[in-house]
């Protein structure tokens, strides 16, 4: 018979789950563009629980299989819960792009305007009705603003601009850029 985990025991490993999870936003999660590694995350996200279940039984000798399945749980949903929950308090209330108009479910998440489109299928008459609404710069996604004026091309990409373009592979970028150097040249 197994030591049974009780209940304060469950509510610190809650609470060092969700600390965990705010941590790791506000550590990493927050900085860069993490869109294109989504399925090694999910990857990841779906191992680590089953990790963390065999070193904790691994290290509880006394402890049951249904003790250790319980503060797996109870840790995964906390690391969960927090990490998510810091996300969207983030895009919402303190991102640079906070105070860019927009409908308010593409701050937080970018699968909004996507499965939106799934719907209409025409990103140029959805990007024109989001203008009309609201004006010339529309937030359309959680990091990512549309803009409709020419000036805005100069703002970003202009000399002096502080706007960064994100980090890319350098060989890879090379290899790119002289297929599209051709595209576009004369010959």
Known sequence: MGVHVDVTSLLKT????????????????????????SAR??????IAPAILFVTLV???????????????AVATLSYFTALVTSI???????????????PFSYRLSKLVHVASLVEHSRNFEQ???LRQKYG?????????????????????SGVGSKCTKAGCDLPTHEKRRKVW???FSAK
Request: charged share 20%; glycine share 6%.
């Open 14 to 37: 809650s609470l060092v789950a969700a600390v965990v999870g705010v941590l790791s936003h506000l550590g990493y999660f927050i900085r860069g563009e993490h869109h294109m590694q």
């Open 41 to 46: 995350y999910l990857a990841v996200f779906l």
């Open 58 to 72: 691994r290290l509880a000798d006394n402890a049951s299989y249904i003790d250790v399945a319980k503060t797996t």
């Open 88 to 102: 969207l308090t983030y895009r919402v209330f303190f991102h640079p792009l906070r105070r860019f108009p927009g």
């Open 127 to 129: 990007a024109e009705q």
């Open 136 to 156: 010339d710069i529309v937030r359309v996604g959680p990091n990512e603003l549309t803009i409709f004026t020419p000036e805005g091309l100069e703002a970003i």
């Open 181 to 183: 150097d051709r595209a």
